[in-house]
């Protein structure tokens, strides 16, 4: 905390001397003799001191605190917190500039300096994204901050695009160590490749599948449902990314993640699953290879779901997948 915040400010170097009535149980001397230790000068030096204090013998009630080193200590507390105030204001200062609308009159010129600032404002909001020295409340509030202001917005999604913003935030889905800011991250993505053909072609190039689906392999319940969402709905909006899906070996991983113990998460796996062999001749034998045990799998699942009416979607998942891959032909008449 002793540190310099973000915004340049830093600590107050001294803390002004106590009150000559105030005791210590240090050995140190002082101008007035009563064995009092030197002050500390710093805030590291205050906080031992504070330590040092609570292991020994309880001394007589302190006299109440001077005014002045009041002062020194609320602005010492303000001084180590406000890089991250700091922060929040210019995030805050972010989402106004990106929520004005453009003048409708406005000239050339006027235009081309709304579109520096905004691009601007994106700009520093991406930055403090991939910040990592920010506190993870930041970090989720940037990544929401991205996400609400480019949701249907093409002309917003194009600037954030452009400025690398996608790649920091697959980075943050796949990397970063707080669950909040790993699910804001996915919101985002989806809110930059959902309907929008340039950022889907980013998410391929950046290997976004790869991170979808280890996403999909973590605890954490929120991301894993929200991440296999948003695989379904990409192939479901683009079927044409089905084969770059298979050549990554997605239905083995997709079929392992059913065999996992049950939680409502499956519906989403097998929602999925359907979506990839349907109409898709590859997907289908993918899922036909004896070693999967998919039709084994499939059928005791739809014994166990039968009598659960809350888990009636993912049994209808099952008898897809059972009618589309086990109940064709199995030759090669499927690909004409």
Partial sequence: MAEQGSGGSRLPLALPPASQ????????????????????????????????????????????????????????????????????????????VLSQPTPSSAGEAELA????????????????????????????????????????????????????????????????????????????????????????????RLDGFSVLMRAMQQQVQKLKVKSAFLLQNLLVGHPEHKGTLCSMGMVQQLVALVRTEHSPFHEHVLGALCSLVTDFPQGVRECREPELGLEELLRHRCQLLQQHEEYQEELEFCEKLLQTCFSTPTDDSMDR
């Fill in 113 to 204: 300096a709304d579109q520096q600032e905004r691009e601007g404002a994106l700009e520093l909001l991406a930055d403090l994204c991939e910040n990592m020295d920010n506190a993870a409340g930041l970090r989720w509030r940037a990544a929401q901050l991205i996400g609400t202001c480019s949701q249907n917005v093409a002309a917003i999604q194009e600037q954030v695009l452009g400025l690398g913003a996608l790649r920091k935030l697959l980075r943050l889905l796949d990397r970063d160590t707080c669950d909040s800011v790993r699910v804001k991250a996915l919101f985002a993505i989806s809110c930059l490749v959902r309907e929008q053909e340039a950022g889907l072609l980013q998410f391929l």
């Fill in 21 to 96: 009535g105030c005791s210590s149980g240090g050995s140190g001397s002082s101008a007035g003799g009563s064995g009092n230790p030197p002050p500390p000068r710093n805030l590291q030096g205050l906080l031992q001191m504070a330590i040092t204090a609570g292991s020994e013998v309880p001394d007589p009630p302190p006299e109440p605190m001077s005014e002045e080193r009041r002062q020194w200590l609320q602005e010492a507390m303000s001084a180590a917190f406000r890089g991250q105030r700091e922060e929040v204001e210019q995030m805050k200062n972010c989402l106004r």
